[in-house]
Nanobody, 132 residues
Framework: VQLQASGGGLVQSEGSLRLSCVASGVTLDYYVIGWFRQAPGKEREGVSCISTSDGTTYYVDSVKGRFTISKDNGKNTVYLQMNSLKPEDTGVYFC??????????????????????????WGQGTLVTVSS
């Protein structure tokens, strides 16, 4: 699967952006798609993920209530709506995908972030800069 992330940019604090992750090469009906970010000098951090088959979602605590992940299977696209952005949200945002067969159905869905990080197919990143 090939992934193309877009939608980043420069925004003021409390502003909004919507990131898109478009997949090609496969139909995203049975995948888990996740968003990660990497700030300068920091490790890559898992932000959110979604199951394209049943819509189950996960968010890291720092973005809960501000970010919303969604999918449009018809467009083979996953979105990350980011509201109330903070300077600490600045970073390069990446999307990654794994087939849902790699994700345990009995463990909490958040474990999918680790599976995505270790085994996912990755797209190039899109830069988000939030100014204070």
């Amino acid at each position: 699967v090939q992934l193309q992330a877009s939608g980043g940019g420069l925004v003021q604090s409390e502003g909004s952006l919507r990131l898109s992750c478009v997949a090609s090469g496969v139909t995203l009906d049975y995948y888990v798609i996740g968003w990660f970010r990497q700030a300068p000098g920091k490790e890559r951090e898992g932000v959110s993920c979604i199951s394209t088959s049943d819509g189950t979602t996960y968010y890291v605590d720092s973005v809960k209530g501000r970010f919303t992940i969604s999918k449009d299977n018809g467009k083979n696209t996953v979105y990350l709506q980011m509201n109330s952005l903070k300077p600490e949200d600045t970073g390069v945002y990446f999307c990654a995908a794994v087939h849902e067969s790699l994700v345990s159905a009995t463990e909490p869905f958040g474990q999918a972030m680790k599976i995505l990080r270790d085994f996912g197919s990755w797209g190039q990143g899109t830069l988000v800069t939030v100014s204070s």
